[in-house]
């Protein structure tokens, strides 16, 4: 299911972000000038990730089986919003690309209204922490773990929402350092703060999973208020007027949702799919999860830099639409294709081959006879990441490229049709019926990722996105 087209013709791009350096407009130059800093951004979240739960292996093996479910459920939660929010960097990149910087900031306030209203409401889902996941049904030890992470977690979400917003102004416009920079300070609080509340370390009480939450509420505050400072500056004040443009605009807002809500509702349920895959597991034993728990997290250090490459080619798309030059994106896109499967093969040979070494920082503290169950169970899992690393891979690029043109509603309807009948229908049929174990899930899952990939490729090989536009026609 296509967008509707809406008038779309060339239009002057003189002193557009991007067009710094013309000459190498859809070069791999341009690529990874753009996409470097948020690939390196995107790659300390991982890190961020990696360490959080790292620290809570050390801590205990109940805290780590907790923390991925009760993350997957505040993501799902918040998804919704975080994707409809986040789609103002594709208004940003197409009004950037027609040079009309009076609509940028315009675009940005839209999110930023979007945000706070939704990160209000999803701070008071926090009182319900506790009756919540004793409904799932989970080991009760792990059930009150979970239900302390998501509580603390919730109140992350308001900084979390409101920097996503602002980011859209930075990363819309190619300015992906100031975003790397931002990130990566807001990781290395996280992880400071990591290691000082799970462990109780100088005046810190030990905390254990509740201060992984607290850390990641602090490191988000941070970030939001390090946006705020800079997009308030008095150059973009000056330049895309970014505080007198803060008034409502009805017209604009309800075409940002109407763009920006199906990316949001493909992120809520493509993740809401995955919370669901995760509880199914969950009810195969506490093994079983800690094992999916781990193998997920090491799949992140592919994965989540890939979604720094998938912005890039996202706002690279959207600034060409805005040009008028779709063929542009055309070239950027197989460039950052190429780019990325050489990069998930390259991971999907040390999944293989190197498991125990990439495993080894999470079981430096646990004897062997303790980590030896969980150890195992991951390197197996590995394989089957390593399977779909290639085709993640092209399900993230050429996703991100027709949802950078518009074409928001096929990948929703695409991507969750998907998701819940090759992957959590077959699981519960599996499970309930047939006595199917970890390995069948995970194949389940597999094949999901591999048709997801091959679909987002043939619709971007159609060609629809490039008659595509989101903005509004220029004023004659």
């Known amino acids: 299911m296509s967008e509707p087209e809406l008038p779309h013709e060339p239009v002057a791009t003189s002193g557009v972000a991007l067009a710094d350096d013309p000459e190498h407009a859809g070069s791999l130059r341009e690529l990874l000038r753009i996409a470097v800093p948020l690939m390196i951004s ?11 739960r790292m620290f809570l292996t050390w801590h205990s093996l109940d805290a780590v089986a907790a923390v991925l479910p009760a993350g997957i459920l505040h993501w799902t939660i918040i998804s919704l919003i975080f994707g409809t929010v986040q789609y103002a960097n594709t208004f940003v990149a197409q009004y950037e690309g ?6 940028v900031a315009t675009a940005v306030w839209q999110g930023i209204y979007l945000a706070a209203g939704g990160g209000v409401l999803v701070n008071l889902i926090a009182l319900y922490a506790g009756p919540l996941f004793n409904a799932i049904g989970h080991e009760p030890a792990i059930a009150k773990l979970e239900a302390e992470y998501f509580g603390t977690l919730c109140f992350s979400s308001l900084p979390m929402l409101l920097t996503v917003a602002m980011t859209c102004f930075f990363s819309g416009r190619g300015k992906t350092r100031v975003v790397m920079v931002v990130n990566v300070v807001g990781v290395t609080v996280n992880v400071l703060s990591d290691y000082l509340l799970i462990f109780g370390k100088g005046p810190f009480p030990e905390m254990g999973i509740r201060g992984a939450g607290i850390s990641t509420v602090l490191a988000q505050t941070v970030e939001c208020v390090m946006l705020g400072w800079l997009f308030f500056q008095a150059k973009p004040r000056a330049e895309y007027g970014t505080l007198k443009n803060r008034a409502f605009d009805r017209e604009l807002f309800a075409r940002f ?15 809401a799919s995955f919370a669901v895959f995760m509880q199914l597991i969950g009810k195969l034993g506490k093994t079983q999860l800690a094992a999916t728990n781990l193998a997920f997290n090491l799949n992140t ?7 720094g490459l998938g912005t890039a080619v996202s706002t690279l798309v959207g ?24 990069y998930m093969l390259t991971f999907a040979a040390i999944y293989v081959l190197l498991p125990e070494l990439i495993l080894r920082p999470y079981f430096a503290d646990s004897s062997e006879a303790d980590s030896a169950p969980v150890r195992d169970q991951v390197i197996e899992l590995l394989r089957f990441v390593a399977v779909y690393s290639f085709f993640d891979a092209m399900g993230i690029v050429f996703g991100f490229a027709i949802r950078g043109a518009g074409d928001t509603r096929f990948a929703l309807v695409f991507s969750c049709v998907s998701a819940w009948t090759l992957m959590v229908l077959p699981t519960v049929i599996s499970l309930k019926w047939f006595g199917g174990g ?7 899952c597999t094949i999901y ?3 997801l990939g091959c679909g987002f490729l043939s619709r971007f090989l159609a060609g629809h996105w490039k008659s595509m536009r989101v903005i509004e026609a220029a004023p004659k």
């Open 438 to 444: 970890l390995n069948a899930c995970w194949w389940f």
């Open 257 to 271: 949702v109407k763009f920006g809500f199906p990316q949001g509702l493909h992120f809520f349920l493509d993740v």
């Open 319 to 342: 600034h060409r639409i805005g040009e008028g030059r779709p063929e542009l994106a055309v070239r950027t896109t197989w460039t950052a294709f190429k780019l990325s499967a050489a």
């Open 42 to 52: 995107s790659g300390s979240v991982s890190v961020m990730h990696l360490a959080n």
């Open 449 to 451: 990722i591999i048709v």
């Open 98 to 103: 027609a040079g009309r910087r009076d609509r």
């Open 301 to 307: 250090l592919a994965f989540i830099p890939m979604l």
